[in-house]
């Protein structure tokens, strides 16, 4: 396949367009443009958060987990980071691994003991 559009473009145009791409739910197609964009800054938490977000609407689980685990490992207190991953886990089957997360994330946004 031509990944030619998927590549085109700035940086922040690349950005922009993934945005697109997630916002009408185009999930493989806005992980084609994240991937790259990932790939050139991958420090950066916010694409390769919506990368993990695209993979996981797009139900490739296990490249959601991975990309999860990197932002976890480097910002062990990134609350939607961590929600996300215990999701991930919960929705492979996985809940003793998620249970740890998401008690983190709840305890990181404030809601850790409500019902």
């Known amino acids: ?3 030619m559009y998927y590549d085109h473009g700035t940086p922040a145009e690349r950005w922009e367009r993934a ?10 197609a806005a992980a ?3 991937g790259g964009l990932v790939d050139e800054a991958p420090e950066q938490t916010g ?3 919506l990368l993990a977000r695209a993979y996981y609407h797009s139900a490739q689980l296990r490249r959601a987990e991975a990309e999860l685990r990197v932002i976890v490992e480097r910002d062990p207190v990134e609350h939607y980071a961590r929600l996300m991953l215990g ?4 929705r492979q089957g996985r809940d003793d691994e ?3 997360h998401l008690r983190i994330a709840a305890a990181l ?7």
């Not at 945005?19 to 493989?28: N, Q, T, V």
């Open 1 to 3: 396949m031509d990944t």
């Open 19 to 28: 945005g697109m791409f997630f916002d009408a739910k185009d999930y493989a």
């Open 32 to 34: 084609r443009v994240l």
């Open 47 to 49: 694409p390769r958060l």
């Open 87 to 90: 999701r991930t886990l919960q």
């Open 98 to 100: 998620a249970q740890p």
């Open 109 to 115: 946004d404030g809601t850790f003991g409500e019902e």
